[in-house]
């Protein structure tokens, strides 16, 4: 893949951005109806999730016509084609019901199977990060800077972050987690 055409995908997922949060937003705070799209648990969707995914699909399939689009509310588009666009319109719907801002879309594209680019966009905290191709960023209003990893090398030293203890279950990973929070600095949940 030349250079050109990596600085184009992450120009088009910068546009990304605005579709989704010009879809999203609106909805947020809204008094929104959901459905539970689960049996036994609870998995909320809303008219945003299908709504912000729909607006994100056709921008992708306008501007890539070839490429694949799977995401969580709708059947998958062009699924063998080499490109594929993953799209979560809005990853912790139940924050978004809540009217907590810590809500987010997320898109990735793979090759091949493969993720080679991604973004995380919080549009009610005004931030968004964009990862691939050997560059990771995070933009907001004051513009970009680079991301790096923590230089903690040390567990004891670390800091463990869950959403909940309920996304873990009983009998293999809550042990697992339980012990590896024991051995860090800190552990803290999300919404």
Same mark, same amino acid.
């Given at each position: 893949m030349n250079e050109e055409f990596k600085l184009e995908l992450r120009e088009f997922l910068r546009e990304l951005v605005s579709v989704a949060a010009a879809a999203a937003v609106p909805y947020f705070r809204s008094g929104l109806s959901y459905e539970n799209k689960s049996v036994g648990v609870y998995d909320p969707v809303t008219s945003a999730d299908r709504d912000t995914e729909e607006v /994100? +699909? +056709? @921008? /992708? /399939? @306008? +501007?890539?016509?070839h490429? =694949?689009?799977s995401g969580e509310e709708f059947p998958p588009v062009n699924p063998d084609a080499s490109f594929q666009w993953v799209i979560d319109p809005i990853d912790g719907t139940k924050a978004? $019901?809540? =009217? $907590?801002?810590?809500w987010a879309t997320l898109i990735a594209l793979c090759d091949e199977n493969r993720p080679i680019l991604g973004l995380m966009s919080q549009p009610i905290v005004g931030e968004y990060f964009i990862g691939g191709f050997d560059v990771t960023e995070r933009f907001d209003d004051n513009g970009c800077s680079k991301l790096h990893t923590s230089d903690v090398i040390r567990m004891t030293d670390a800091s463990v972050f869950a959403t909940s203890l309920d996304m873990f279950s009983p009998e293999l990973e809550l042990p697992k987690f339980k012990a590896l929070s024991r051995s860090a600095r800190m552990t803290r949940f999300g919404v």
């Open positions: /994100i +699909r +056709r @921008s /992708i /399939i @306008s +501007r890539y016509p490429h =694949g689009v978004f $019901l809540s =009217g $907590l801002p810590t």
